[in-house]
């Protein structure tokens, strides 16, 4: 299997710096939640739901200095080709939450929201490469949704290495094989507000890969914007008529 | 949710009425509307999404898997995942209970045999996005769509595997994957087993009890139905959770066979409807 | 959470001004680490303790004859345990398995066991059958910061100074002799490079927002934080790098955003450090062997080596 061709083609057909199809909806259950979104960055899809700012349920998730946020991330068992049973307190379940939750705790205006619990309910329905940006991208979407002060969009996006051609957007195959970095940048600047990488690269490579990833996060972060805007006509339109 | 005593005597007093009268005027044999899509989970032989008016939504996939038939206990195998509620919660494991049941005894799992010694196993995997009255007959009608609409790769090596030790292949084509539906034969039709709730309220029976109905009902009743016939298991049950319902008390033993009839009568009709939203399914890929 | 000693906003005020003029409280430069003082246990193999700082750490390694995975017969199993109990700061109730513990533990297993930096396949003994399996405790027995730091290098310096019974094997591969310490001379674990964790606190003294947006970029980052300069921190990352300038691991779990240029500058700077530690382990290593040698008078049962 060649994860990268001569000729400069990846597995799935793509050049090193294009991103996969990106599909997203934000006011995907507008009943049932106070903000919500879906999202499709190639085949990984995930969908999340908002209830918040409420009363927390437990006198310990009132915090009286700001809002308290509580991630819960299932993965669906089929979400993977070969099905296999999740459990919710898997090690590494428990650090993608935290991350996430400590993640957006700065990102959200949380000290506006006190004495509040922020609920985010996160399903994985399909996964091949970049979860966690997925999730971090769904998140986003869906606090802006629920209305949510954010001092701006947080936009997630992975990069690996290939020998010595940095490959923007892996898909499974690629994670699989290489060592990937996955980022969180705040809106159009270059401030990274979560950082994960798991497997060896080179030093002296980090900043050809650092740099394609912070790119892709802008493209994700203009593709998100223009789907707010899209719903925020659409809301508008209808309060006009 | 709780109701004020003035609301709850109020609700109590109109669905108590004959006929009764439904906060959302439904008649006591309609369901809340729905919306369905199919087959929209590319990594999974079936899979199913419904989604109720009041936000409540359902998803199921099924995967099949090849097993030596000989190890297995059973060949479908249901999981399912609440948001709020932890898997090992009473809640959760009485309806993957229910569920895995009913799917055991009445489904056809001779047609699931690939050859004498390798079957196709199914695993339900079950994720509620959201509820608000009790979930099970929306989880069952979800898992109706999903494994009606399941396709499974069509077996081109040997049936006959006494001697040979082989393991067994299948066609590489998806367009020559088979629904379940195309192994019957003629005249039969593959529909599995569904649930349907039914809430209990003076005299009367309602069909799909939304939550405000629940606070008030005096008791619950699930009723399963395959093969156009209600069949067991028939139970009771509390569906309202989390409410401060004083009404709840004993089963009258003639509103079981009322059920019975109800169930008898109408489910043909949600069978049918079912089997159109699939027809009427668009093949767009995405959920939303 | 009660038992949570809180920073009051005196001190806190005072630390942050006394950050801005270039001052740590312990007088350290911002990209100092403490001097890690080191004890090797003379009579046993893989017990090491460990003070850096005011935080102290005990480990020990230990080797066991286990069955391999299956999907895996040639490789060897390799667990880190991560024990954080309220002995070493009250703060941590001892609940099984909170947060913190977990994202600790994890991220100390990354640095070491996802990297491969101990050669699984030399644990082999027979495939599929028999494989050494190797257990590294972490005791944290006082805390002043850097969980992670420590955790890590503690973990490799035990590693190095563990030693395993030699084996042998008979009957044609069905049976196996272990033998004991004194009868053979056991033997090192074969480790294939050594990763070095260094956390990094930051903390901004200006703006949050025009920060967030990244107006400005004043913050301040300090290397290994002690307990007050942890709790005061607005945000942490973690670095882990070997000697040939590979990055093994970053990790970043919230706080305040760490813009890409000084990541990639402190990423940088941090391989002096490395280095540093690195060099101690092998030297710390090599004067024990020595002194271990001249006192058990090895050189005595070498005859055949001279000849």
């Known amino acids: ?241 | ?288 | 959470m009660s038992r949570n000693t809180e920073i009051s906003t005196n001190e806190r005020t005072y630390f942050i001004e006394a950050l801005k003029c270039g001052l740590r409280l312990d007088s350290r430069r911002f990209d100092e680490i403490r001097e890690p003082q080191i004890s090797l246990s003379k009579t046993e193999f893989g017990y090491v303790e460990l003070d850096w700082g005011l935080t102290k750490l005990a480990v020990r390694v230990s080797a066991q004859i286990g069955k391999p995975y299956e999907d895996r017969p040639f490789e060897g199993l390799f667990q880190i345990n991560c024990e954080i109990s309220s002995m070493a700061w009250a703060h941590f109730d001892n609940s099984k398995n909170s947060n913190e513990e977990i994202l600790i533990a994890r991220i100390i297993e990354k640095a070491i066991r996802r990297s491969n930096s101990l050669d699984l396949e030399a644990l082999c003994i027979i495939a599929g059958e028999k494989v050494w399996n190797i257990t590294v405790d972490l005791n944290f027995l006082n805390f002043d910061g850097n969980f992670v730091d420590v955790g890590c290098f503690g973990a490799m310096l035990a590693l190095h100074h563990f030693k395993k019974p030699d084996i042998s094997i008979v009957n044609g591969g069905e049976d196996i002799i272990v033998h004991d310490i004194d009868e053979r001379q056991p033997v090192p674990l074969s480790i294939l490079h050594v990763p070095i964790c260094l956390t990094y606190s930051f903390y901004n003294p200006g703006n949050k927002e025009s920060n967030l947006k990244g107006e400005d970029d004043d913050e301040i980052y300090l290397l290994d934080a002690n307990l007050i300069e942890e709790q005061v921190r607005e945000g942490s990352i973690v670095v882990t790098l070997n000697k040939n300038r590979e990055l093994i691991q970053l990790s970043k779990n919230g706080g305040i955003p760490i813009s890409a240029n000084v990541l990639l500058d402190l990423s940088f700077k941090s391989m002096k450090i490395v280095d540093e530690l690195t060099e101690l382990i092998k030297k710390v290593i090599s004067k024990h062997e020595k002194e271990r040698y001249e006192e058990l008078n090895l050189k005595m049962l070498e005859v055949g080596a001279d000849r």
């Open chain 2, 1 to 288: 949710m709780i109701l004020s005593p003035a609301e709850r005597s109020y609700l109590y007093d109109s669905l108590a009425q004959s006929p009764p009268i439904r906060p959302d005027s439904r008649s006591d044999h309609q369901f809340r509307p729905l919306e369905a899509k199919t087959a929209f989970l590319p990594g999974s032989n079936g899979s199913a999404r419904i989604r109720l008016m009041d936000g409540s939504e359902c998803i199921i996939s099924v995967k099949a898997k090849v097993v030596l038939a000989s190890q297995e206990s059973s060949l479908i195998e249901c999981d399912i995942d609440i948001a709020g509620f932890r898997d090992d919660s009473n809640f959760v494991s009485n309806l993957k209970f229910y569920l895995t049941n009913l799917l055991l005894h009445n489904f056809p799992v001779r047609y699931l045999k690939l050859t004498s010694r390798y079957a196709f196993k199914l695993f339900l995997d079950c994720i509620v996005v959201s509820h608000s009255s009790y979930p099970l007959s929306l989880i069952s009608l979800t898992s109706y769509l999903a494994l009606k609409t399941t396709r499974l790769p069509l077996l081109v090596s040997d049936v006959n595997d006494e001697e040979i030790a082989e393991q067994p292949t299948f066609s590489d084509d998806w367009d020559n994957a088979k629904y379940i539906d195309d192994y019957l034969k003629e005249g039969e039709t593959f529909e599995p087993p569904i649930f349907i709730t039914l809430g209990v309220i003076g005299p009367n029976l309602i069909i799909d009890p939304s939550t405000e109905e629940e606070q008030v009902l005096e008791n619950g009743l699930i009723i399963s139905f395959y093969n156009n016939n209600v069949i067991t298991p028939i139970s009771n049950i509390n569906l309202a959770t989390n409410s401060n319902n004083s009404n709840f008390k004993g089963l009258n033993r003639t509103l079981i066979t009322k059920g019975i009839a109800l169930g008898n009568k109408y489910c043909p009709a949600i069978i049918s409807a079912l089997n159109t939203l699939i027809e009427q399914d668009d093949e767009e890929g995405t959920i939303f």
């Open chain 1, 1 to 241: 299997m060649e994860l990268y061709s001569p000729e400069g083609l990846r597995i799935d057909g793509r050049r090193w710096n294009e991103i996969r199809n990106f599909e997203c909806r934000i006011n995907t259950h507008p009943n049932s939640s106070d903000g919500s979104s879906y999202i499709e960055q190639g085949n990984t899809k995930v969908i999340c739901v908002v209830q918040g700012p409420m009363e927390p349920a437990l006198r310990s998730q009132a915090n009286s200095n700001e809002a308290t946020l509580e991630v819960n991330l299932s993965v669906a068992n089929f979400s993977t080709t070969e099905r296999k049973k999740r459990s919710k307190s898997e090690k590494r379940m428990v650090q993608l939450k935290t991350t996430l939750e400590r993640t957006f705790q700065q990102s959200v205006m949380c000290n506006l929201y006190p004495r509040t619990l922020i609920r985010i309910d996160l399903h994985v329905l399909s996964q091949d490469g970049g979860m966690l940006a997925a999730c971090t991208n769904a998140m986003t979407l869906a606090l802006i949704d629920a209305g949510v002060s954010m001092y701006d969009y947080v936009a997630a996006m992975t990069a690996g290495l290939h020998d010595q051609t940095p490959l923007l957007d892996m898909n499974g195959l690629e994670e699989n094989d290489m060592s990937t970095l996955t980022i969180g940048v705040i809106g159009k600047s270059e401030k990274l507000s979560l950082l994960m990488l798991e497997d060896k690269i080179p030093l002296d490579r980090l900043e050809s890969v650092l740099a394609i990833a912070i790119a892709g996060s802008h493209k994700i972060r203009d593709l998100m914007d223009s789907e707010v805007r899209r719903h925020g006509n659409i809301r508008s339109s209808k309060l006009a008529s």
